[in-house]
């Protein structure tokens, strides 16, 4: 099973970037998004289960980012609109095989390895 993370760049503050993650080998209950900037903890962005119903964002991510995904070629991607140069982090996508929605990122057993975005101001 693997995650392969894309679509990271550099983007003016205002602008906007669609981040994706393709899941092969596998299927997931939850697909999720964290981000890790330089020195500070990882932290939850976004997640969703694998059926759409239900999707949760982290109070940073809110009214400016959505979490969607397209079964037919197995990607989940995070639309990101409005970027601030404090969203600039290296952003991870992450799976879980089982359960519900968890913004801990130990809860999650398999991870993208990361894309970079980086917001200029």
């Known amino acids: 099973v693997q995650l392969q993370a894309s679509g990271g760049g550099l983007v003016q503050a205002g602008g906007s970037l669609r981040l994706s993650c393709l899941a092969s080998?596998?299927?997931?209950?939850?697909m999720a998004w964290f981000r890790q900037a330089p020195g500070k903890d990882r932290e939850f962005v976004a997640a969703?289960?694998?059926?759409?119903?239900?999707?949760y964002y982290a109070e940073s991510a809110k009214g400016r980012s959505t979490i969607s995904r397209d079964n037919r070629d197995n990607t989940v991607y995070l639309q990101m609109n409005s970027l601030k140069p404090e969203d600039t982090a290296v952003y991870y996508c992450a799976g879980r095989r089982q359960g519900f929605i968890r913004t801990s990122d130990r809860e999650y057993d398999y991870w993208g390895q990361g894309t970079q975005v980086t917001v200029s101001s």
């Open positions: 080998g596998g299927t997931f209950a939850v």
């Open positions: 969703m289960d694998w059926r759409g119903s239900r999707k």
